[in-house]
C-alpha cells in the first residue's frame, strides 16, 4: 500500500542505488540511478535503461535546478522536494532512508493529489497567410481560321487553272496548281497539329492546377487543426473544465474565473 511520508531535507544528500546502500540518504534498490543533491541543484549519474522522471518527464541531463514542489520519480517511488522536508510516496518496502521522520505539516489533504503550480504554457496560433496563386493562362489557337488559311490557297489555285486553260499554258501551270495544293494540305496539318497540341497543353494545365489546389487544400486544413488545438487549449470548452476541476487538474491554475 502506497504511504505519504515526510523526511528532514538535508542541504547536501544523495538519492537513489548504488554498490554500497548506506551511503545513499534515500535508497531505492534496483534502480541504477545517484542524484546528488546540494542546495537547489542536483547532479545525477544515470545507467543505460534507467531514466527517471522528472515532474512528468523523462530527464536525461545530469544537473537539474530543483525548485518548492518539484517531483522526482524512481521507478514506484515518488519524491516531493518542499522547501525544508522530502515527501516520499511509495509502498514502505520499496526504499530505505537515513533521513529523520517529521510531521508533515504541508502534506497534501487525504485524497487530494499534490502538484505544484503547472508551468504556463500558451500555444500561439499561428498567423500564416496561405496565398492561392492563379492558373496559368490558358493557351489559344493563333488568330485565324482554318477558312481563312484554304480560301486564299484556292482561289489562287482557280485562278492559276483559269490562267492556264485561257492561255494555253497548261503544263506550267498544273505544275503550280500542284504545288498550291501541296502547299494547302501542309497547311491544313498544321493547323490541325497546333490544335491538338493546344487542347492537350490545356488539360495538362487543368490537371496540374487541380493538383495544385489539392496540395493547398491540405496546408489550408492543417493550419486549421493547429488553430483549432491552439483554441481548445487556451479556451477550453465548460464542460472540459468542470471536468478538469473535478479531477484536480494542475491546469486550472491557468484560468481566472471571475
Same mark, same amino acid.
Not at 490558358?138 to 492556264?164: D, W
Given at each position: 500500500?502506497?504511504?505519504n511520508?515526510?523526511?528532514?531535507?538535508?542541504? @547536501?544528500m544523495w538519492? /537513489?542505488?548504488g *554498490?554500497?546502500e548506506?551511503?545513499f540518504?534515500? !535508497?531505492v534498490? +534496483? $534502480?541504477?540511478?545517484?542524484?546528488?543533491l546540494?542546495?537547489?541543484?542536483i547532479?545525477?549519474?544515470?545507467?543505460?535503461?534507467?531514466?527517471?522522471?522528472?515532474?512528468?518527464?523523462?530527464q536525461?541531463?545530469?544537473e537539474w535546478?530543483?525548485?518548492?514542489?518539484d517531483?522526482l520519480?524512481?521507478?514506484a517511488?515518488k519524491?516531493?522536494?518542499?522547501?525544508n522536508?522530502?515527501?516520499v510516496?511509495?509502498?514502505?518496502?520499496?526504499?530505505?532512508?537515513t533521513?529523520?521522520?517529521?510531521?508533515?505539516?504541508?502534506?497534501?489533504?487525504?485524497?487530494?493529489?499534490?502538484?505544484k503550480?503547472s508551468?504556463?504554457?500558451?500555444?500561439?496560433?499561428?498567423?500564416?497567410?496561405?496565398?492561392?496563386?492563379?492558373?496559368?493562362?490558358?493557351k @489559344?489557337?493563333?488568330? /485565324?481560321?482554318? *477558312?481563312?488559311?484554304?480560301v486564299?490557297?484556292? !482561289?489562287?489555285? +482557280? $485562278?492559276t487553272?483559269?490562267?492556264g486553260?485561257?492561255?494555253?499554258?497548261?503544263?506550267?501551270?498544273?505544275?503550280?496548281?500542284?504545288?498550291t495544293v501541296i502547299?494547302?494540305?501542309?497547311?491544313?496539318?498544321?493547323?490541325f497539329?497546333?490544335?491538338?497540341?493546344?487542347v492537350?497543353?490545356?488539360?495538362?494545365?487543368?490537371s496540374?492546377?487541380?493538383?495544385?489546389?489539392?496540395?493547398?487544400?491540405?496546408?489550408?486544413?492543417?493550419?486549421?487543426?493547429?488553430?483549432?488545438e491552439?483554441?481548445?487549449?487556451?479556451?477550453p470548452?465548460?464542460?472540459?473544465?468542470?471536468?478538469?476541476?473535478?479531477?484536480?487538474?494542475?491546469?486550472?491554475?491557468?484560468?481566472?474565473?471571475?
Amino acid at each position: 500500500m502506497i504511504e505519504n511520508k515526510s523526511y528532514l531535507r538535508k542541504e @547536501e544528500m544523495w538519492i /537513489g542505488y548504488g *554498490a554500497r546502500e548506506d551511503y545513499f540518504d534515500i !535508497c531505492v534498490p +534496483g $534502480f541504477l540511478f545517484q542524484a546528488h543533491l546540494r542546495g537547489n541543484k542536483i547532479f545525477a549519474k544515470q545507467e543505460e535503461g534507467y531514466i527517471p522522471i522528472w515532474n512528468d518527464k523523462a530527464q536525461t541531463g545530469n544537473e537539474w535546478n530543483v525548485t518548492n514542489g518539484d517531483i522526482l520519480q524512481l521507478g514506484a517511488v515518488k519524491i516531493i522536494f518542499l522547501s525544508n522536508r522530502i515527501e516520499v510516496q511509495a509502498e514502505p518496502e520499496t526504499y530505505q532512508t537515513t533521513l529523520l521522520m517529521v510531521r508533515g505539516d504541508e502534506s497534501p489533504f487525504e485524497g487530494f493529489p499534490y502538484y505544484k503550480r503547472s508551468p504556463r504554457v500558451v500555444y500561439r496560433v499561428e498567423e500564416e497567410q496561405i496565398e492561392i496563386q492563379l492558373p496559368p493562362a490558358q493557351k @489559344e489557337m493563333a488568330k /485565324g481560321s482554318l *477558312a481563312q488559311m484554304i480560301v486564299p490557297s484556292v !482561289c489562287m489555285l +482557280g $485562278f492559276t487553272v483559269a490562267m492556264g486553260v485561257f492561255l494555253k499554258r497548261g503544263p506550267y501551270v498544273y505544275m503550280t496548281a500542284g504545288m498550291t495544293v501541296i502547299t494547302t494540305l501542309f497547311s491544313v496539318q498544321r493547323f490541325f497539329s497546333q490544335k491538338r497540341q493546344v487542347v492537350k497543353d490545356n488539360q495538362e494545365r487543368t490537371s496540374f492546377y487541380e493538383k495544385y489546389l489539392l496540395s493547398i487544400r491540405k496546408k489550408i486544413r492543417e493550419a486549421r487543426k493547429k488553430e483549432r488545438e491552439a483554441l481548445d487549449y487556451q479556451y477550453p470548452e465548460l464542460l472540459k473544465l468542470s471536468k478538469m476541476a473535478d479531477s484536480y487538474h494542475s491546469r486550472i491554475f491557468m484560468f481566472n474565473f471571475s
